[in-house]
């Protein structure tokens, strides 16, 4: 089965660091990009930025750029998304997801289950 | 940046109902680049169209997908009770994919 499993949810405190981990199974890892998307509460989704696990290719939207660092280990199938320095507003929920371009179009086809980070003040 | 922009924000339907929702795009983007997802309250967002009109795996044909240019159309041609979702268009660029606000479908 293919499939992402993200890390459990996290709760820290502003000025803290954190990084959540998005391991693929069931496909090439390799192969494929992962993207990372963010959820804040009651709102709708936002497109963080990519990775090509394959040779690390990494790209920001301009909105998370400088903000979080998005980053990959291809021998253990994970992609991670990090903060060094959590504020309240980072509160919310993380999807990582696969992006595929086929014969049929664009689509992000699997998903993680999302994780949950609660950044007190 | 391309900007999605979906139409209604929610839509109050019956069962049986057909559902009309829109995306319009800021400027003309190729129809293969234009995803529809379904979220369920508490759930992950899905895949329901790739390329604007390709139904995912497990999408009922009750479900299809239109548009090109700028203007794309999600339909639900007879809305059940478990359709009950936000749903969301995304549209793929180089390394930009950006989301549309969304539209919440309520069964009344």
């Known amino acids: 089965e293919v499939q992402l499993v993200q890390s459990e949810a996290e709760v820290k405190k502003s000025g803290e660091s954190l990084k959540i981990s998005c391991k693929g199974s069931?496909?090439?890892?390799?192969?494929?990009?992962v993207a990372w998307v963010r959820q804040m509460p009651g709102k709708g989704l936002e497109w963080m930025g990519i990775i090509y696990p394959g040779d690390s290719d990494t790209r920001y939207s301009p909105s998370f750029q400088g903000q979080v660092t998005i980053s990959a280990d291809k021998s253990i199938n994970t992609a991670y998304l990090q903060w060094s320095s959590l504020k309240a507003s980072d509160t919310a929920v993380y999807y990582c997801?696969?992006?595929?371009?086929?014969?049929?179009?664009?689509?992000?086809?699997?998903w993680g289950q999302g994780t949950a980070v609660t950044v007190s003040s | 940046e391309i900007a999605l922009t979906q139409s209604p924000a929610t839509l109050s339907l019956s069962p049986g109902e057909k559902v009309t929702l829109s995306c319009r795009a800021s400027?003309?983007?190729?129809?293969?680049?234009l995803a529809w997802y379904q979220q369920k309250p508490g759930q992950a967002p899905r895949l329901v169209f790739y390329g604007s009109s390709s139904r995912a795996t497990g999408i009922p044909d009750r479900f299809s997908g239109s548009g090109s240019g700028t203007d794309f159309t999600l339909t639900i041609s007879r809305l059940e009770p478990e359709d009950l979702a936000v749903y969301y268009c995304?549209?793929?660029?180089?390394?930009?994919?950006?989301f549309g606000g969304g539209t919440k479908v309520e069964i009344k």
């Open positions: 400027q003309s983007i190729g129809s293969s680049f």
């Open positions: 069931g496909y090439s890892f390799t192969t494929y990009w």
């Open positions: 997801a696969r992006p595929r371009h086929t014969t049929k179009g664009f689509g992000m086809d699997v």
């Open positions: 995304q549209h793929y660029g180089s390394s930009l994919a950006p």
